[in-house]
């Protein structure tokens, strides 16, 4: 009998020491690894290009399996998480977005993510006004909805099972990353720090060109200038690991994607901007301003080589292609001194405002905005400034790429 109980308590140390599996830490390490990774993508892939935005279907086994692993690393439930980011893109960066760093502070949003989505996750008003056209099976409402700390026990289970004391680590870090990696970089500093390739209604930016920690969702300036796009990524050095598992699914058949980013095609120079190229101006209005950009900054760095002092040049370069309403106030001396420093640099400002109104005037006919595109590129042709009569050349030869 004490033999007995002897195997048995070594064989209970052994599980407590080592888990089932009797692992080495760095398997564990891992293993670990894996499984935040399968999390963030579950993440991306269901909650957020899936169910929050429509920008891909998915077949009910990858589904259901995304549910389920969520359900078990973050007790997260559907509706909650779709209606909350819904209403994250419908209000951000004004009054009523649950999580922006404009609104709280970049120090609230980056250590308190987790606990301002859990305080919207209660609001009935979001949940009903937004989070339409989210599961509503028997799995959801009997297992899912309501018992999210059943679905992260049962992991610390399993995890403690598998590793031992270990295990207890293991799933601490489960626990912990999608708060950080979500809720505090990606809602975070996805509005606060980075470069930006388009120059969305918002703050948002990409984190970085490389799309792996994070599922793609580094890349979140390309995310909210195409919210509806099922690939994040959008320039040749850009990668979005998400849109790799995407497009895995799709060839297996288990997702069919609906969008991606679209792109601007080029042909002939038209002898005068028309509604085709208003259209495909409207259309393609991103990528058409951020080639505008690009003139601008070139136009900058020639214009600093004729100057003897061209640091006012330099300080003001960031935000001569920006929006002027999203301009901080404390460089708003900058630009005026870049711009009365440079007449030419002050023409392609106010020319590349008066070419966003035209888009923006809400009360114009579509006639009469075809006829302001024509003034437009008409005035920025006979400007005798290169980069505004070669960026309105190659706007009257835009097209809407054919599907």
Not at 289 to 316: F, I, P, W
Not at 347 to 361: A, G, P
Not at 365 to 384: I, N, T, V, Y
Request: hydrophobic share 45%.
């Amino acid at each position: 009998m004490f033999l007995t109980d002897s195997v048995a308590f070594d064989a209970l140390i052994d599980w407590m020491g080592h888990g089932l599996f009797n692992l080495a830490w760095w398997q564990v390490l891992l293993i670990t690894l894996g499984m935040t990774h399968i999390t963030i993508a579950s993440v991306t892939i269901y909650l957020h290009r899936h169910s929050a935005h429509r920008a891909l279907d998915l077949h009910p086994i990858p589904a259901h399996f995304f549910r389920f692993w969520l359900w078990l690393t973050t007790g997260q439930v559907t509706k909650e998480w779709t209606a909350i980011h819904r209403k994250h893109h419908a209000k951000c960066e004004r009054e009523g977005d649950p999580h922006s760093p404009v609104i709280y502070g970049i120090k609230t949003v980056f250590w308190k993510g987790a606990e301002l989505y859990r305080s919207e996750a209660k609001n009935q008003e979001t949940l009903e006004r937004y989070g339409h056209n989210t599961p509503n099976d028997w799995i959801e409402r009997h297992v899912y909805t309501g018992r999210s700390a059943l679905g992260v026990s049962l992991m610390l289970i399993i995890d403690v099972a598998l590793f031992g004391f270990l295990g207890l680590t293991v799933w601490a870090v489960q626990m912990a990353w999608i708060p950080v990696t979500a809720a505090g970089i990606i809602n975070g500093i996805g509005h606060w720090w980075g470069y930006r390739n388009f120059e969305a209604q918002d703050a948002s930016t990409n984190i970085s060109p490389w799309g792996i920690l994070i599922g793609g969702e580094e890349l979140h300036n390309n995310h909210h200038t195409y919210p509806t796009s099922a690939k994040l990524s959008v320039k040749p050095y850009e990668f979005d690991i998400g849109w790799m598992y995407i497009t895995i699914l799709s060839k297996l058949g288990l997702a069919t994607v609906k969008k991606t980013p679209p792109r601007a095609a080029y042909g002939d120079v038209r002898p005068v901007a028309d509604e085709k190229t208003l259209e495909a101006l409207i259309a393609n209005r991103y990528e058409v301003m951020a080639n505008y950009a690009r003139g601008l900054h070139r136009t900058v760095t020639q214009e600093a080589s004729k100057m003897s002092d061209a640091a006012v040049l330099k300080a003001a370069r960031r935000w001569l292609h920006r929006d002027a309403e999203k301009v901080p106030a404390d460089v708003q001396d900058q630009l005026v001194q870049a711009r009365k420093a440079s007449p030419v640099l002050d023409k392609m400002v106010c020319m590349r405002e008066e070419l966003r109104h035209i888009w923006l005037n809400s009360s114009a006919s579509r006639e009469q905005m075809a006829a302001d595109l024509q003034a437009w590129c008409k005035r920025a042709e006979d400007s005798g400034i290169a980069a505004l009569r070669d960026f309105s050349m190659k706007l009257r030869s835009v097209r809407i790429k054919a599907a």
